[in-house]
């Protein structure tokens, strides 16, 4: 008897990408190679054909997609950011102590910065040269979302017993100017520390060190009053 044939394996045919998904691979590569051209860098100066010759895509394709080098930036802006401030809004509804609550927080924020440097440089950039309207929005959505978040953290901590009744501006240029003098004087300081001298263990350590002091501050004073 003849022996029957084996019917080979059908081969996995591929999903179609859609249009859409085509399109939004596309745009992140372009938002990544912008990314990374501007944290080599210590303004945001960079041509829409760098960031072709980055991505490996034509550079006409970034007029296409955001229209202009400020529509990139403005997405970019939001692409870079979207963790951030997903964090922000998830620690401050987390069941936690202030305390610890803030030492996340000033963690987050190192990291923040030594990953992305240009985020305050670009934030800055967009304010100032975007429409009244616009401008605003971006300041309520990027700088007022902070600034509401310390005011719970210390109206909590206040509450809890821990800290001292501080204003929540204060804390915000305390912290986050901080960080972004962090990077500002990174060039300044390779020289002296090296390059390494800013890796992810710097910004574990500088992260711990920099909440110890910033707890020292806003702790209450043992014996003070409720």
Same mark, same amino acid.
């Given at each position: 008897?003849?022996?029957?044939?084996?019917s080979?394996?059908?081969?996995k045919?591929?999903?179609? !990408?859609?249009?859409?998904?085509? *399109?939004?691979?596309t745009?992140?590569?372009? @938002?990544? =190679?912008?990314?990374?051209? #501007?944290?080599?860098?210590?303004?945001?100066?960079?041509?829409?054909?760098?960031?072709g010759?980055?991505?490996?895509?034509?550079? =006409? #394709?970034?007029?296409?997609?955001?229209?202009?080098?400020?529509?990139? @930036?403005? =997405? /970019? @802006?939001?692409?870079?950011?979207?963790?951030? !401030? %997903?964090?922000?809004?998830?620690l401050?509804?987390?069941?936690?102590?202030?305390? *610890?609550?803030?030492?996340?927080?000033?963690?987050?924020?190192?990291?923040?910065?030594?990953k992305?440097?240009?985020? *305050?440089?670009? /934030?800055?950039? /967009?304010?100032?040269?975007?429409?009244?309207? %616009?401008?605003?929005?971006?300041s $309520?959505?990027?700088?007022?979302?902070?600034i509401?978040?310390?005011?719970?953290?210390? $109206?909590?901590? !206040?509450?809890?017993?821990?800290?001292?009744? !501080?204003?929540?501006?204060?804390l915000?240029?305390?912290?986050?100017g901080?960080?972004?003098?962090?990077v =500002?004087?990174?060039? @300044?300081?390779?020289?002296?520390?090296?390059s390494?001298?800013? *890796?992810?263990?710097?910004?574990?350590?500088?992260?711990?060190? /920099?909440?110890?002091?910033?707890?020292?501050?806003?702790?209450?004073?043992?014996?003070?009053?409720?």
């Amino acid at each position: 008897m003849a022996a029957r044939a084996v019917s080979p394996k059908k081969a996995k045919v591929a999903a179609p !990408v859609s249009r859409a998904g085509a *399109d939004e691979v596309t745009k992140k590569a372009l @938002l990544d =190679a912008t990314a990374e051209i #501007l944290a080599e860098r210590t303004n945001l100066e960079f041509s829409q054909a760098e960031v072709g010759a980055r991505s490996g895509m034509s550079a =006409a #394709l970034v007029q296409y997609h955001f229209g202009s080098k400020h529509g990139l @930036l403005a =997405a /970019l @802006l939001e692409y870079s950011s979207t963790h951030y !401030v %997903e964090q922000i809004n998830g620690l401050a509804d987390m069941a936690m102590p202030a305390a *610890d609550k803030l030492r996340l927080h000033v963690r987050g924020i190192v990291t923040t910065y030594t990953k992305t440097p240009y985020l *305050d440089r670009l /934030l800055h950039h /967009l304010i100032e040269n975007s429409e009244e309207a %616009e401008a605003r929005r971006i300041s $309520d959505f990027y700088v007022g979302r902070v600034i509401e978040f310390y005011r719970r953290l210390i $109206d909590q901590g !206040v509450a809890e017993g821990v800290f001292r009744p !501080v204003d929540p501006v204060h804390l915000y240029f305390i912290l986050v100017g901080t960080g972004d003098h962090l990077v =500002a004087r990174r060039r @300044l300081l390779e020289p002296i520390v090296g390059s390494t001298g800013f *890796d992810s263990s710097f910004a574990r350590a500088f992260g711990d060190e /920099l909440f110890t002091m910033v707890f020292s501050g806003v702790r209450r004073p043992d014996g003070a009053s409720s």
